[in-house]
DNA sequence: TCCTATTTTGGAAACGATTCCATTTTAATA
DNA sequence: TATTAAAATGGAATCGTTTCCAAAATAGGA
């Protein structure tokens, strides 16, 4: 009862020919008489033919697939990454495995190690943990989102540090002095690191002092219990933004009279869900396009093409909590 | 120079064993003697052998492949379903295939197709057009999010009747008389369309006037141009509500005070960053397992197991929108 | 009509694993 | 020690494609 599912074979026979034949139809190639090509179309059709790309991989030693590893597709910022290198992708005839590492490094390393054994064609590794060997040793061609992974994978960043800059001088500009900065973990390698350094640098300079907390369960009220005349407040991303401006209200801060707030990341969703934020966005889509680009350069062998730095400028997006 | 992936003829070469053996020793299968074993683990060491997962995916015919097609992984609600998807499979041993429909049919045909031929063990389909026929012939495991696709294809979904009965007695409850429903595109088969229903059955059971507005760029200005005494909006999901609310407040409406809003979807993400939204609030991470479950009895052969028609039921959280 | 170049086709060997079956080796029991 | 069962191993076929190579058919030109 249990059918079989068709396999070229089972067309080249319906159709009187060889298996070389109905695999020329199939792929176009070589000489294919028009009689016969017409038979072969016409069996496949019959059979509801679908030709198996398992088969074809292994054969070709090619699977066009990209694996995708980053930390969760349940945020904003990675979500819109995600889509949009799912589209570019897409139209050029790739598909993506989705792997939400969660921040942990076993399961990136579990996934890396399974990415291989699918025979990836390549990996955009936006997670970030520290100390993940294998990205120095594989042969992949890989892209890394914000990440430094090994000497020969190249980068794709937007300015974090001009980010760090363009917020913080925005908020002196406005007339703060006492500013705080909330950062994301410091265990991982993020970006959000060279914000930081530029909130430090430029408060340094202005002869501000400078406070950095570590983002956690009690951060937010412990900065707030701890700096009640705090003026500005620069988050590394919007999700630690909006949850400052829930805290603030709820405390009877009125912003952006009292106190300003200015996050990070600028992704559609929070600016349509938060449209009053002020932020520092990040062009996603073009660093999802140029992820794309330079992957498929790698896989396609044109590595001379390939720049190991790029960083993509931000852009304050001012809204009316500064 | 360009030296081939080792395979595993490469280790049983290197170990002094066959391919059978080998093999054995990569799926703990069958008798191995304890000496043979570590010459094998060895080689595998030294050779940085990694078990090529599309040769295994031909011969046993499984490839451990779930495909996802969904909108767009750009919107809160699909974003952390599609995230709870990838966490379950993956805890099951399988990985996930990304596919974003955009709300195009060609796009998601094109897609189930791929799929096919990618020999997946399996769909869950979560985007929303009508008049795709292949799923009514296909033999494939397929589990539907909030649509109907063929006889027998389980649907999991929340009982959107309800919720839309509990936003809109909320909303009455509140004093509210004159409410207007801003519904999503009709022509997509979404679940909003019994939420709508709820609506209005619910409408003409107190006496009242019901209207229902499809979103488009300009609906929510007409909106309020049309219906300036507007006293309670109830919007298909969250995004439209805080587009809703963002004209309000530019109108000048006080809410909850003139206007109160309520939105419909609850993901993680919509609370963060806008939780003083009044919201319908759908299960999504036990939608996602229970499609898992779904989708895992199938792909095993448990069809007794399946029930075709799932509904979970839907939470009010209250906000300050109301 | 014959010869050569082009077009059209098919046979068989890959791709890198798994598994069936058979065979050899080791251990256990009488 | 002989006998038998269990443990350990290998050979060859297979999964469903693609491609190399050779052969057959057709067409074109002298």
Redesign the pocket.
């Known amino acids: 009862m249990e059918l079989?599912?068709p396999?070229?074979?089972d067309v080249a026979k319906l159709a009187?020919?060889?298996?070389?034949?109905v695999?020329?139809v199939?792929?176009n190639?070589?000489?294919?008489?028009?009689?016969?090509r017409e038979k072969v179309y016409q069996a496949m059709e019959t059979l509801d033919?679908h030709?198996?790309e398992i088969?074809?991989s292994?054969?070709?030693?090619k699977t066009n697939i990209i694996g995708l590893i980053f930390p969760t597709t349940n945020n904003p910022f990675y979500a819109q990454m995600i889509y949009h290198l799912e589209n570019n992708f897409e139209a050029l005839g790739y598909k993506v495995l989705l792997c939400n590492s969660g921040g942990r490094v076993d399961k990136e390393r579990a996934y890396l190690d399974m990415l291989q054994r699918h025979q990836v064609d390549g990996i955009v590794a936006g997670a970030h943990n520290r100390g993940i060997e294998i990205y120095e040793k594989t042969k992949l061609p890989i892209v890394s989102i914000d990440r430094y992974l090994a000497p020969h994978v190249p980068v794709v960043s937007s300015d974090n540090y001009a980010g760090g800059i363009l917020a913080t001088s925005l908020l002196l500009d406005k007339g703060c002095q006492h500013i705080i900065h909330i950062n994301g973990p410091i265990d991982l390698e993020t970006p959000a690191n060279l914000r930081r350094k530029a909130y430090e640098d430029i408060m340094k300079k202005n002869g501000l002092p400078y406070l950095t907390y570590e983002i956690s369960e009690t951060t937010i009220r412990d900065l707030f219990d701890q700096n009640p005349h705090v003026e500005g407040i620069f988050a590394s991303d919007d999700l630690i933004a909006t949850q400052v401006l829930t805290e603030a209200r709820k405390r009877g801060y009125r912003v952006p009279e009292d106190l300003k707030v200015i996050g990070y990341d600028g992704a559609d969703m929070t600016c349509i869900l938060r449209p009053e934020l002020t932020t520092i966005q990040q062009p996603i889509d073009a660093m999802a396009e140029l992820s794309v680009q330079l992957l498929i350069d790698q896989i396609e062998q044109r590595t001379d093409q390939i720049t190991l730095h790029n960083s993509l400028s931000v852009k304050l997006i001012e809204g009316q909590t500064t």
């Open positions: 079989r599912k396999k070229l074979e009187g020919v060889s298996r070389t034949t695999s020329r199939l792929n190639r070589g000489y294919i008489g028009d009689k016969t033919y030709p198996n088969a074809r292994l054969f070709i030693n």
